[in-house]
């Protein structure tokens, strides 16, 4: 369905919200980080979670802690999706199981050849 063939109806409104965090992500900035993607949770249809920035040295204990919010954000009309996990942090978050998209960041190609 393209955006032209959609009408919205009364009512029908999708609020996405986006985090980038910066930093390396262990202990307290991950228990931040949950609070606040809890606190999206109640109020936006999809969270980007951008990891781009961020580094994760334990990627068993953030893939545990994303539980939590990846269970508030299943739904049909909800996602959590996260955008840059590196290879070791997507093992662990299969492990961990739960509602979690994944996206890849698209190669940076140089600007100049």
Same mark, same amino acid.
């Given at each position: 369905?393209?955006? #032209?063939?959609?009408?919205?109806?009364?009512?029908?409104?999708?609020?996405?919200? +986006?985090?980038?965090?910066?930093? +390396?992500?262990?202990?307290?900035?991950?228990?931040?980080? +949950?609070?606040?993607?809890?606190?999206?949770?109640?109020?936006?249809?999809?969270?980007?979670?951008?990891?781009?920035?961020?580094?994760?040295?334990?990627?068993?204990?953030?893939?545990?802690?994303?539980?939590?919010?990846?269970?508030? #954000?299943?739904?049909?009309?909800?996602?959590?999706?996260?955008?840059?996990?590196?290879?070791?942090?997507?093992?662990?978050?299969?492990?961990?199981?739960?509602?979690?998209?994944?996206?890849?960041?698209?190669?940076?190609?140089p600007a100049f050849a």
């Amino acid at each position: 369905m393209t955006v #032209l063939a959609h009408t919205p109806a009364p009512g029908d409104f999708w609020l996405t919200a +986006v985090l980038r965090p910066a930093g +390396v992500l262990t202990g307290t900035a991950v228990d931040r980080l +949950v609070d606040n993607l809890m606190a999206l949770a109640d109020r936006a249809n999809l969270v980007i979670l951008n990891l781009v920035a961020a580094t994760i040295p334990k990627p068993a204990a953030f893939a545990r802690a994303l539980r939590r919010p990846g269970a508030a #954000l299943s739904a049909p009309d909800r996602c959590l999706l996260l955008v840059g996990a590196d290879e070791d942090l997507l093992r662990e978050l299969r492990r961990a199981g739960g509602d979690i998209a994944t996206l890849r960041p698209p190669a940076v190609e140089p600007a100049f050849a």
